[in-house]
């Protein structure tokens, strides 16, 4: 009764789903994998997020490359805004989806050094050319103390943003500190700050929100799922068996099919 099995139709059948366990079982490990980075990386942001604020220069300085456990750390600098060499950062949206600039300002330090501030998000005037300096509320003047959350340099490669060439006067595609080194023939502090405080008058530049957590239990339920469906498998297997038995001592003894005693595999 079990020779259906060595059938062509039955083989096939067999080694698609000797193929499909492994399969699914090597997916569920993956998206397990991807919960242990998305869970390490939440906590690492918010042990970042909440770390004592430092002196920026403690995590950085000119030519350095922020680190993973560097990035989202709290730090302060003393110094004044630099608004003539002011720039913004073209296609960047704000909580609402919305098509604007983030400001990027250079703040210069007791000793010369640059540091990178981005204010903020603005709205982009549809009435104005894309080519024309938007209007960017001015920071205060004088020597404040400024707090915000470090970042590293942005690249095509980490966020797919192109570099394009030709813009606009004043205008960027990526926040690259050696790229502004270069603009402003000044030594700047690696990576960017974006600035927590103090708040903006009149709420604008609309400053950045807190990095937000990724979904890491949606993957957990993902490596769950995929086990779930490799356990289905071979119980489907044996269904289509048992069925496959049944019909054909049905036919064998002319009773209908659900008339016959199922066959214990």
Same mark, same amino acid.
């Given at each position: 009764?079990?020779?259906?099995?060595?059938?062509?139709?039955?083989?096939?059948?067999?080694?698609?789903?000797?193929?499909?366990?492994?399969?699914?079982?090597?997916?569920?490990?993956?998206?397990?994998?991807?919960?242990?980075?998305?869970?390490?990386?939440?906590?690492?942001?918010?042990?970042?997020?909440?770390?004592?604020?430092?002196?920026?220069?403690?995590?950085?300085?000119?030519?350095?490359?922020?680190?993973?456990?560097?990035?989202?750390?709290? !730090?302060?600098?003393?110094?004044?805004?630099?608004?003539?060499?002011?720039?913004?950062?073209?296609?960047?949206?704000?909580?609402?989806?919305?098509?604007?600039?983030?400001?990027?300002?250079?703040?210069?330090?007791?000793?010369?050094?640059?540091?990178?501030?981005?204010?903020?998000?603005?709205?982009?005037?549809?009435?104005?050319?894309?080519?024309?300096?938007?209007?960017? +509320?001015?920071?205060?003047?004088?020597?404040?103390? !400024?707090?915000?959350?470090?970042?590293?340099?942005?690249?095509?490669?980490?966020?797919?943003?192109?570099?394009?060439?030709?813009?606009?006067?004043?205008?960027?595609?990526?926040?690259?500190?050696?790229?502004?080194?270069?603009?402003?023939?000044?030594?700047?502090?690696?990576?960017?700050?974006?600035?927590?405080?103090?708040?903006?008058?009149?709420?604008?530049?609309?400053?950045?929100?807190?990095?937000?957590?990724?979904?890491?239990?949606?993957?957990?339920?993902?490596?769950?799922?995929?086990?779930?469906?490799?356990?289905? !498998?071979?119980?489907?297997?044996?269904?289509?068996?048992?069925?496959?038995?049944?019909?054909?001592?049905?036919?064998?003894?002319?009773?209908?099919?659900? %008339?016959? %005693? +199922?066959?214990? !595999?």
């Amino acid at each position: 009764m079990y020779r259906f099995l060595l059938s062509r139709q039955w083989v096939i059948l067999t080694l698609v789903a000797l193929l499909l366990i492994p399969t699914m079982i090597r997916l569920g490990i993956w998206q397990m994998h991807r919960y242990d980075e998305r869970t390490a990386r939440n906590q690492l942001v918010a042990d970042s997020l909440a770390a004592k604020p430092v002196p920026v220069e403690r995590l950085t300085a000119p030519g350095h490359a922020v680190t993973r456990n560097e990035r989202y750390r709290t !730090v302060t600098a003393t110094g004044h805004f630099d608004t003539d060499d002011e720039v913004v950062v073209r296609r960047r949206t704000n909580g609402d989806d919305e098509v604007g600039y983030h400001v990027l300002t250079p703040f210069v330090l007791p000793d010369g050094k640059v540091l990178l501030v981005n204010r903020g998000w603005i709205p982009a005037d549809r009435a104005a050319s894309q080519s024309a300096y938007p209007k960017v +509320p001015a920071p205060p003047s004088g020597e404040l103390t !400024v707090t915000g959350r470090l970042m590293p340099d942005e690249t095509t490669e980490a966020s797919g943003i192109k570099d394009l060439e030709g813009l606009p006067d004043r205008q960027i595609m990526l926040i690259n500190s050696e790229q502004e080194a270069r603009r402003l023939d000044a030594r700047v502090l690696g990576g960017y700050v974006v600035q927590t405080g103090p708040p903006s008058k009149g709420e604008t530049p609309q400053q950045l929100g807190k990095p937000g957590k990724e979904d890491a239990a949606l993957n957990y339920a993902y490596a769950v799922q995929w086990w779930l469906f490799a356990a289905g !498998v071979p119980v489907g297997w044996v269904v289509l068996v048992r069925r496959e038995l049944r019909d054909r001592r049905a036919r064998a003894t002319g009773q209908p099919a659900s %008339e016959s %005693e +199922p066959a214990a !595999v």
